[in-house]
C-alpha cells in the first residue's frame, strides 16, 4: 500500500460582497429590532451579493487569494471542491465555473452539499485526495449566497444568513511546511432532515407556480431545535478534535459562525474562556459553508494561527450534518 501522504494548508483566502446590510435595514421591511437581533444572534450586519454576482464569482475571489498566498499557479491544481448549497445553477457544478474563470486547465471540479458542514466536507475530501497520492494541490472552498435563498418576510431566518466564500490550498506538508492536517472527521444524522429545509424545487416537489407561491424555494429553519442539537454538537465536536491534546497547545478554536450564543454555550460546557475563539457573526451573519474559511483565513491573516499550535475548525448544519478538523500550524 502506498504510505499516506500528510497534507497541509499552503495558503487561505477570502472574498465577501460589497453591500453591508445591517440590521436596521431589516427593521424596515419586517417585525423585528436591532436589539432583538444582536441579542439573540450577536449578529450587527451581513453582506449580500450584487444583482450580477452569483456564488461562483465569490469563489473566485476568495480562490484567487489563497492561491496567492500559498504560491500555487491555477494550472498547478489538480483538482477543485466547492461547498456550498447556493450554486450558480443546479446542473453543473459550480466548481467548473470556478474551473474555467482561473484558467485551471489540468483540475478535476465537483461540489459538494453538505450545507454549512460543507467547507469541512470540502477540505477532508480534499486532504483524503492528497493523502492518497491522487492530487497535490487541491482548492477547497466554502461559498454561499444565501440572500437568494431567504423569505424576506419570515423574521425567525431572514435575519441569520450572510453572502461570502473562503478558500484554502491544500498541499504535501513536505511542501508547504504549515497547516498540517492531523484529523478530519464528518458525521450525519438525518432525522434532522426537517430541521433546516428546502421544500421546493427538488424532484419530491418540482418547482411550480405553487411552490413559487408558497415560497418553498426559501430556507426554512426549525430554530429552537437547531440551537439545542448545535450547542451539544459544537462542543461535542471540539471535544473529539482535541483529544489527547492540552488546551495550551491549542492557539485558535474556529466555529461555525450561527449564532454568538450557541458558541458561549459550548465555551460555557468545556469551561473555556473566549480568548482563543475566533468570532466575526457580527460582520457576516451565517455564512453557512463559507462562514469556517473566512473566518479562519480572517484569523491566519491577523496573526492568530502561530507555528507548531494547534487550530481546531468544527461545523455543523442542514442535514443535519457535522465535521471538524484538528491541525497543527
Ligand atoms: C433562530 C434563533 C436566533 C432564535 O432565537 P431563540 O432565542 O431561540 O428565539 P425563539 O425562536 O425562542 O423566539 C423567541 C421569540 O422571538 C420571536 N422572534 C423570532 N425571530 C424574531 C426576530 N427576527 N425579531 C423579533 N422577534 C423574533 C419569536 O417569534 C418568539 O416569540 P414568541 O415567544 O412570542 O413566540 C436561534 O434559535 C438560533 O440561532 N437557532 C439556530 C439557527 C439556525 O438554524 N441556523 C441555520 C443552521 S446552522
Not at 465537483?110 to 482548492?139: I, K, P, Q, Y
Not at 423569505?151 to 513536505?174: E, K, N, W
Not at 450547542?231 to 492557539?251: A, F, K, P
Request: aromatic share 6%.
Amino acid at each position: 500500500m502506498t504510505p499516506r501522504v500528510r497534507v497541509g494548508i499552503a495558503g487561505t483566502g477570502s472574498y465577501v460582497p460589497e453591500r453591508v446590510v445591517p440590521n436596521s435595514w431589516f427593521e424596515q421591511q419586517i417585525d423585528t429590532s436591532n436589539e432583538w437581533i444582536v441579542q439573540r444572534t450577536g449578529i450587527e450586519r451581513r453582506r449580500y451579493v450584487a444583482p450580477d454576482q452569483a456564488t461562483s464569482d465569490l469563489c473566485v475571489a476568495a480562490a484567487r487569494r489563497a492561491l496567492e498566498a500559498s504560491n500555487t499557479k491555477p494550472e498547478d491544481l489538480d483538482l477543485i471542491v466547492v461547498g456550498t448549497m447556493s450554486p450558480d445553477h443546479f446542473l453543473p457544478a459550480c466548481s467548473t465555473l470556478v474551473q474555467k474563470v482561473l484558467g485551471a486547465k489540468r483540475a478535476g471540479a465537483f461540489d459538494v452539499n453538505a450545507a454549512c458542514t460543507g467547507f469541512l466536507t470540502a477540505l477532508s475530501t480534499g486532504e483524503a485526495f492528497v493523502a492518497s497520492g491522487r492530487a497535490r494541490r487541491v482548492l477547497a472552498i466554502g461559498a454561499e449566497s444565501l440572500s437568494r435563498f431567504v423569505d424576506q418576510t419570515d423574521r425567525t431566518s431572514c435575519i441569520l444568513f450572510g453572502d461570502g466564500a473562503g478558500a484554502v490550498v491544500l498541499a504535501p506538508h513536505d511542501e508547504c511546511q504549515q497547516g498540517e492536517i492531523l484529523r478530519a472527521s464528518l458525521g450525519a444524522d438525518g432525522e434532522g432532515y426537517e430541521y433546516i429545509h428546502m421544500v421546493g424545487g427538488g424532484s419530491r416537489k418540482p418547482s411550480s407556480h405553487e411552490t413559487v407561491d408558497s415560497r418553498e424555494h426559501a430556507i426554512r429553519v426549525q430554530g429552537r431545535e437547531v440551537y439545542r442539537f448545535a450547542v451539544q454538537q459544537m462542543t461535542e465536536s471540539i471535544r473529539q478534535m482535541m483529544e489527547g491534546h492540552s488546551y495550551d497547545e491549542l492557539c485558535l478554536l474556529v466555529p461555525h459562525q450561527v449564532n454568538r450564543r450557541i458558541i458561549d454555550a459550548a465555551l460555557e460546557r468545556l469551561g473555556w474562556s473566549d480568548e482563543k475563539v475566533m468570532v466575526n457573526i457580527q460582520e457576516y451573519g451565517n455564512t453557512s459553508a463559507a462562514s469556517v474559511p473566512i473566518a479562519l483565513d480572517e484569523a491566519v491573516r491577523a496573526g492568530r494561527a502561530q507555528k507548531g499550535k494547534l487550530v481546531v475548525l468544527v461545523a455543523f448544519g442542514a442535514g443535519l450534518t457535522w465535521g471538524g478538523s484538528l491541525i497543527r500550524w
